[in-house]
């Protein structure tokens, strides 16, 4: 059974969260490294992650990054 992730740009949302820079890069080298179960503690068993919604935030976000500028 999968789990949906739910981008949450405000950080207001209950329950455990996981940081993700707002880079294209980022996800996709944390889908590469399979991070969403260390992250929400579950199992690696746990297979099925739905990560579309943070795919499509981040396809709609403006090109070059996160927009943060460095300290």
Do not use: K, N
Request: net charge positive.
């Amino acid at each position: 059974m999968g789990s949906a992730i739910t981008p949450d740009t405000r950080g207001r949302r209950p329950g455990r969260g996981a940081y993700l820079h707002r880079d294209r890069r980022c996800f996709e080298l944390a889908e590469r490294r399979r991070v969403w179960s260390r992250a929400y503690r579950r199992g690696a068993g746990d297979a099925g992650w739905d990560t579309s919604s943070v795919a499509a935030l981040l396809d709609a976000a403006p090109c070059g990054g996160s927009g943060q500028r460095s300290r």
